[in-house]
């Protein structure tokens, strides 16, 4: 459960990470939001920013749901 745990972390780390630099990127150089990422890749930066978004909330859930303790449990 450890692993999981920390590996839904690192992967909402991350996906947020990789948001936030596409939303900046769209404030401070909106031009560049409509071109790919890279020259073989065939998503664009937004699109990309988009399913990074929906991961890291995908993962936040899930930490969220993995988190918590049944009632009447005490905290170790």
């Known amino acids: 459960m450890r692993v999981l745990t920390a ?3 690192t992967v909402w780390l991350y996906a ?3 948001f936030a630099y596409v939303a900046l990127t769209g404030v401070f150089k909106p031009a560049e939001l409509g071109h790919h990422i890279w020259p073989g890749v065939p998503v664009r930066r937004d699109d990309f920013g988009m399913i990074c978004f929906a991961v890291s909330a995908v ?6 749901l993995l988190d918590r303790r049944p009632a009447g449990k005490a905290a170790r």
């Open 16 to 18: 947020l990470a990789v």
């Open 59 to 64: 993962a936040y859930l899930v930490l969220g």
């Open 7 to 9: 590996l839904l972390r």
